[in-house]
C-alpha cells in the first residue's frame, strides 16, 4: 500500500529526516512515533506530497507520489496536526467545499456530507461557523473533511493532541472504527495510544528509524518476565535470606536500607523482583513475606512498557535525561480519564 | 475545472463575508463620487464627456486592488489551510486560477459600480456610448492585470498587510514607469513607455479596440499568474 524507500529530506543546513526506509500493508494501523522534532510531520507531508522529498522515493497503490502525484493524492486523506479549517465557512459548506476538492462525484456531495456529519456527531453544529468550534469538534471536522472521499490511505499527524481525555477516546474509538476499511498511518507521542490502536509501531529519532514491529511483540519479548517492585520493612539481609532460596525470582536492590544497619530502628529496603516466567507471583510474595514477619509496605507491577523502550531507543547516552524524551506523555491510564477531569 | 470552480465559490463567499471587501469597496465609491463631484457636477462642463471623470478615478485602483488580493493567498497560509489545497488532488494551476477568477467577478461588480458615473451624465447630454462601453472594457483589462499582480503579492508573505503593501508597490512602480525615466521625449522614456500600466489605457477610452493593447494586459496577467503559481509549488520543495 505504501513504500516508504530511503526517503530523505534536507531543509536549510538541517537535516530533517535521514534515509528513512519502511511499507505498510493495506489494511494495517500504524503508529508513529517520536519525540518532537523527530521527523514525525516531515515523513507525513512527504507521503501526502505536501513536501518533496530531497531523495528517495514514496509509492502509494504502485503510484508515485512524485510523477504520479495527483492520483496519488485522491487516494489519500490526510489530516494536519492543525485541522485546515476555514474560520469564516459554515461545517456543512465547509464539508462541501472539501469535497469538490477532493473529487466527490457531484451527485454523491450531499449523501456524503450528510454521511459525515452523523458519523462525526456533529449533527447539532451543521450551520455553525467553524470559527465558534470548540477545539474538539474541530478536530473532527478536520477528520471528516479528511475521509469524505473515502481515502485507500488515512495518514492523520497527531490526532488526538489538544483534547481533552473524553475527546481522545471519541477520536480514537473513530480511528479504530476507520482502520477497519482504511489504512492508518498516525503519529502520537502519547505512547498508550499506540498499543491500544495500533498493530504496528515505527519509532523514529532524529529522522532515522530506529525501531518497527508490533507493540504487542515488544510489550512481551521485553516483557516475558515478570516485574514487581517492593517496599519491605526488613533488613537487607533478612530479604536476601528469605528470597534467594526462591528459584524462579530474581532480586535486585534498588535502594537501600539507609545505613546505620546497628541501631535498633526499623529500616524499609526497596527492591526490584523479576520472574523467570512471564507469571504473577505477587501471590506467593506476599504470602512468603508475610509468613517471615515482613510487612510489605509498597507492592507494584512494573510495567516493562512502551516507555522505556521508547526511553531507550530515543535517548542516547549524551542526550539522556535532556533533549525531545520529556515531551512524552507518560499517560499510565489512558482509559480512565474521568478521574483527570473531575480534579 | 470542477475544484477550480469550487475555489472560486469558496474566494467569493469569502469576498461576500470579510469586511476589508466593504472597506475597498466603501472606499472606491465613495472617492470615486467625490472626484466625480468635483470634476463633473461642481464645474459643470459645457461637454459631457465620460474621460473627464474616468482618468481621475483610475487611480484609485492603485489603493483599491491591494486591498481586495492581500487575503487570497497569504491567508490560506497562514491559517495552514495551504496544507489542505497542496495535497487535494488539484492542481496548483486551478488554485490560482480559481482564485483569479473571484477576483475578476469582484473587479466586475467594482466596474459596474463606476457605470452609475456615465448613466448620470447621460441625463446632461449625449454620451459617446462606445468610449463609455470600451471604457468599460478597458477597466476590465487593467483591473485584471492589477488583480493578477495583487495576486501574486499575496504569494509572497502568509502576512496580509505586507502582501498589501507589496503589492501597492509593484503597481505603483508599473504604473509611474514611464515618468520615471525623467524627461519626455529621451530613449530610456520611449522604450518603458509601451509598459506603463495605464498608458495602453488611454486607446480604450479614445474608442479604440487595438489588439496590442489587449495582448499587452492579458499577456501581463498571465505571467504574474504564473509566477504565483512557481511561488506556491516551490512550496514543496522547501
Given at each position: 500500500?505504501?513504500?516508504?524507500?530511503?526517503?530523505?529530506?534536507?531543509?536549510?543546513?538541517?537535516?530533517?529526516?535521514?534515509?528513512?526506509?519502511?511499507?505498510?500493508?493495506?489494511?494495517?494501523?500504524?503508529?508513529?512515533?517520536?519525540?518532537?522534532?523527530?521527523?514525525?510531520?516531515?515523513?507525513?507531508?512527504?507521503?501526502?506530497?505536501?513536501?518533496?522529498?530531497?531523495?528517495?522515493?514514496?509509492?502509494?497503490?504502485?503510484?508515485?507520489?512524485?510523477?504520479?502525484?495527483?492520483?496519488?493524492?485522491?487516494?489519500?486523506?490526510?489530516?494536519?496536526?492543525?485541522?485546515?479549517?476555514?474560520?469564516?465557512?459554515?461545517?456543512?459548506?465547509?464539508?462541501?467545499?472539501?469535497?469538490?476538492?477532493?473529487?466527490?462525484?457531484?451527485?454523491?456531495?450531499?449523501?456524503?456530507?450528510?454521511?459525515?456529519?452523523?458519523?462525526?456527531?456533529?449533527?447539532?453544529?451543521?450551520?455553525?461557523?467553524?470559527?465558534?468550534?470548540?477545539?474538539?469538534?474541530?478536530?473532527?471536522?478536520?477528520?471528516?473533511?479528511?475521509?469524505?472521499?473515502?481515502?485507500?490511505?488515512?495518514?492523520?499527524?497527531?490526532?488526538?493532541?489538544?483534547?481533552?481525555?473524553?475527546?481522545?477516546?471519541?477520536?480514537?474509538?473513530?480511528?479504530?472504527?476507520?482502520?477497519?476499511?482504511?489504512?492508518?498511518?498516525?503519529?502520537?507521542?502519547?505512547?498508550?495510544?499506540?498499543?491500544?490502536?495500533?498493530?504496528?509501531?515505527?519509532?523514529?529519532?532524529?529522522?532515522?528509524?530506529?525501531?518497527?514491529?508490533?507493540?504487542?511483540?515488544?510489550?512481551?519479548?521485553?516483557?516475558?518476565?515478570f516485574k514487581v517492585s517492593i517496599?519491605?520493612?526488613?533488613?537487607?539481609?533478612?530479604?536476601?535470606?528469605?528470597?534467594?532460596?526462591?528459584?524462579?525470582?530474581?532480586?535486585?536492590?534498588?535502594?537501600?536500607?539507609?545505613?546505620?544497619?546497628?541501631?535498633?530502628?526499623?529500616?524499609?529496603?526497596?527492591?526490584?523482583l523479576?520472574?523467570?516466567?512471564?507469571?504473577d507471583?505477587r501471590?506467593?510474595?506476599?504470602?512468603?513475606?508475610?509468613?517471615?514477619?515482613?510487612?510489605?509496605?509498597?507492592m507494584k507491577k512494573e510495567n516493562l512498557?512502551?516507555?522505556?523502550?521508547?526511553?531507550?531507543?530515543?535517548?542516547?547516552?549524551?542526550?539522556?535525561?535532556?533533549?525531545?524524551?520529556?515531551?512524552?506523555?507518560?499517560?499510565?491510564?489512558?482509559?480512565?480519564?474521568?478521574?483527570?477531569?473531575?480534579? | 475545472?470542477?475544484?477550480?470552480?469550487?475555489?472560486?465559490?469558496?474566494?467569493?463567499?469569502?469576498?461576500?463575508?470579510?469586511?476589508?471587501?466593504?472597506?475597498?469597496?466603501?472606499?472606491?465609491?465613495?472617492?470615486?463620487?467625490?472626484?466625480?463631484?468635483?470634476?463633473?457636477?461642481?464645474?459643470?462642463?459645457?461637454?459631457?464627456?465620460?474621460?473627464?471623470?474616468?482618468?481621475?478615478?483610475?487611480?484609485?485602483?492603485?489603493?483599491?486592488?491591494?486591498?481586495?488580493?492581500?487575503?487570497?493567498?497569504?491567508?490560506?497560509?497562514?491559517?495552514?489551510?495551504?496544507?489542505?489545497?497542496?495535497?487535494?488532488?488539484?492542481?496548483?494551476?486551478?488554485?490560482?486560477?480559481?482564485?483569479?477568477?473571484?477576483?475578476?467577478?469582484?473587479?466586475?461588480?467594482?466596474?459596474?459600480?463606476?457605470?452609475?458615473?456615465?448613466?448620470?451624465?447621460?441625463?446632461?447630454?449625449?454620451?459617446?456610448?462606445?468610449?463609455?462601453?470600451?471604457?468599460?472594457?478597458?477597466?476590465?483589462?487593467?483591473?485584471?492585470?492589477?488583480?493578477?499582480?495583487?495576486?501574486?503579492?499575496?504569494?509572497?508573505?502568509?502576512?496580509?498587510?505586507?502582501?498589501?503593501?507589496?503589492?501597492?508597490?509593484?503597481?505603483?512602480?508599473?504604473?509611474?514607469?514611464?515618468?520615471?525615466?525623467?524627461?519626455?521625449?529621451?530613449?530610456?522614456?520611449?522604450?518603458?513607455?509601451?509598459?506603463?500600466?495605464?498608458?495602453?489605457?488611454?486607446?480604450?477610452?479614445?474608442?479604440?479596440?487595438?489588439?496590442?493593447?489587449?495582448?499587452?494586459?492579458?499577456?501581463?496577467?498571465?505571467?504574474?499568474?504564473?509566477?504565483?503559481?512557481?511561488?506556491?509549488?516551490?512550496?514543496?520543495?522547501?
Open positions: 500500500m505504501l513504500e516508504v524507500k530511503q526517503v530523505s529530506k534536507e531543509y536549510d543546513g538541517r537535516r530533517g529526516v535521514h534515509q528513512l526506509d519502511f511499507t505498510m500493508e493495506r489494511g494495517e494501523i500504524v503508529g508513529f512515533l517520536g519525540p518532537n522534532g523527530a521527523g514525525k510531520t516531515t515523513t507525513m507531508r512527504m507521503i501526502t506530497g505536501y513536501l518533496q522529498p530531497t531523495a528517495g522515493s514514496i509509492v502509494v497503490d504502485g503510484q508515485s507520489v512524485h510523477d504520479q502525484g495527483r492520483a496519488v493524492r485522491s487516494k489519500i486523506g490526510y489530516l494536519p496536526e492543525t485541522p485546515p479549517l476555514y474560520p469564516d465557512m459554515t461545517v456543512q459548506s465547509y464539508l462541501k467545499f472539501v469535497a469538490k476538492l477532493r473529487d466527490v462525484p457531484a451527485r454523491e456531495i450531499k449523501l456524503r456530507v450528510s454521511e459525515m456529519v452523523s458519523r462525526l456527531g456533529l449533527q447539532e453544529r451543521e450551520k455553525q461557523l467553524v470559527r465558534g468550534l470548540s477545539k474538539g469538534y474541530k478536530q473532527r471536522l478536520g477528520l471528516a473533511g479528511a475521509i469524505i472521499h473515502k481515502p485507500d490511505l488515512l495518514v492523520l499527524d497527531e490526532p488526538t493532541s489538544g483534547l481533552d481525555p473524553n475527546q481522545i477516546i471519541e477520536i480514537r474509538d473513530l480511528i479504530r472504527e476507520l482502520g477497519e476499511n482504511h489504512t492508518v498511518l498516525l503519529s502520537t507521542h502519547i505512547l498508550p495510544e499506540v498499543s491500544t490502536l495500533c498493530n504496528r509501531m515505527l519509532i523514529i529519532n532524529q529522522g532515522q528509524l530506529v525501531l518497527d514491529g508490533s507493540p504487542q511483540h515488544f510489550g512481551s519479548s521485553m516483557g516475558d518476565q517496599e519491605v520493612k526488613a533488613t537487607e539481609q533478612q530479604l536476601h535470606n528469605l528470597l534467594t532460596p526462591w528459584e524462579k525470582v530474581r532480586s535486585e536492590v534498588i535502594q537501600p536500607s539507609d545505613g546505620n544497619s546497628d541501631t535498633e530502628q526499623q529500616e524499609t529496603v526497596k527492591m526490584l523479576t520472574g523467570e516466567s512471564p507469571d507471583f501471590e506467593e510474595l506476599f504470602y512468603l513475606l508475610s509468613g517471615a514477619g515482613l510487612p510489605i509496605l509498597e512498557s512502551l516507555e522505556q523502550i521508547f526511553l531507550k531507543l530515543t535517548t542516547t547516552e549524551s542526550d539522556a535525561g535532556s533533549s525531545g524524551t520529556h515531551d512524552l506523555v507518560m499517560e499510565e491510564s489512558a482509559d480512565s480519564p474521568t478521574e483527570e477531569e473531575s480534579k | 475545472m470542477r475544484r477550480m470552480m469550487a475555489i472560486c465559490n469558496k474566494e467569493l463567499q469569502a469576498y461576500f463575508l470579510s469586511p476589508t471587501s466593504y472597506f475597498a469597496f466603501a472606499v472606491y465609491v465613495l472617492m470615486t463620487s467625490l472626484l466625480f463631484y468635483s470634476s463633473f457636477v461642481y464645474y459643470q462642463p459645457s461637454i459631457v464627456d465620460y474621460r473627464l471623470v474616468l482618468g481621475d478615478t483610475l487611480s484609485m485602483l492603485l489603493f483599491v486592488v491591494p486591498l481586495l488580493t492581500m487575503r487570497l493567498v497569504a491567508e490560506e497560509f497562514r491559517q495552514g489551510t495551504d496544507e489542505l489545497l497542496l495535497t487535494s488532488p488539484a492542481r496548483v494551476t486551478e488554485v490560482i486560477f480559481g482564485k483569479y477568477l473571484a477576483s475578476l467577478a469582484i473587479l466586475i461588480v467594482l466596474i459596474l459600480c463606476s457605470l452609475v458615473y456615465p448613466f448620470i451624465m447621460s441625463f446632461f447630454g449625449t454620451l459617446d456610448l462606445t468610449s463609455v462601453w470600451l471604457s468599460a472594457l478597458g477597466l476590465f483589462f487593467l483591473g485584471g492585470s492589477m488583480m493578477a499582480i495583487g495576486l501574486f503579492a499575496s504569494t509572497l508573505s502568509q502576512h496580509q498587510m505586507v502582501s498589501a503593501v507589496a503589492g501597492f508597490i509593484i503597481l505603483l512602480v508599473l504604473w509611474m514607469l514611464d515618468s520615471f525615466a525623467g524627461n519626455t521625449g529621451s530613449a530610456l522614456q520611449q522604450w518603458l513607455d509601451p509598459f506603463a500600466l495605464t498608458n495602453r489605457f488611454d486607446s480604450f477610452t479614445k474608442g479604440v479596440l487595438s489588439g496590442p493593447d489587449i495582448l499587452y494586459y492579458v499577456t501581463l496577467s498571465g505571467v504574474f499568474l504564473l509566477l504565483s503559481i512557481q511561488i506556491v509549488e516551490r512550496k514543496r520543495w522547501r
